[in-house]
């Protein structure tokens, strides 16, 4: 059911981390509470703003796959900041640009 409500489906890790954090219960409780702990997570974190939140900052962040572009929470694109000394380093870990 939780997975109609948040579509954690089309999302790996999401579900991953609510397995993770279910896990420790799996031998202590029946799978219908398991469920039931599953639903309730991700109802929370679908809809409490501070949750999806943390959810989001949480994420890993995605990089291009050249490694050029790096990229921040829902996959925004981070530029560096005029003047910094933050360079890109290519996969033969020469400095690229």
Same mark, same amino acid.
């Given at each position: &059911?939780?997975?109609? &409500?948040? #579509? %954690?489906?089309? @999302? ?6 609510? @397995?993770?954090? /279910?896990?420790?219960?799996?031998? *202590?409780? %029946? ?12 109802? +929370?974190?679908?809809? @409490?703003?501070?949750a999806?939140?943390? +959810?989001? *900052? ?5 990089? @291009? $796959?050249?490694? $050029? /572009? *790096?990229? =921040?929470?829902? =996959?925004? /694109? ?6 910094? #000394? +933050?360079v %890109?380093? =290519?996969?033969?870990?020469?400095? +690229?640009?």
């Open positions: &059911m939780f997975l109609a &409500m948040t #579509n %954690s489906s089309a @999302d790996p890790w999401l579900k991953a981390q609510i @397995d993770a954090a /279910v896990a420790p219960y799996r031998d *202590r409780l %029946s799978e219908e509470e398991i469920a039931w702990m599953r639903e309730q997570l991700a109802e +929370v974190l679908a809809a @409490d703003p501070a999806s939140t943390l +959810v989001r *900052r949480a994420r890993p962040i995605t990089v @291009d $796959e050249s490694g $050029e /572009v *790096r990229r =921040g929470p829902g =996959g925004q /694109v981070i530029q560096a900041p005029a003047g910094s #000394n +933050v %890109s380093i =290519g996969r033969a870990g020469k400095k +690229v640009g």
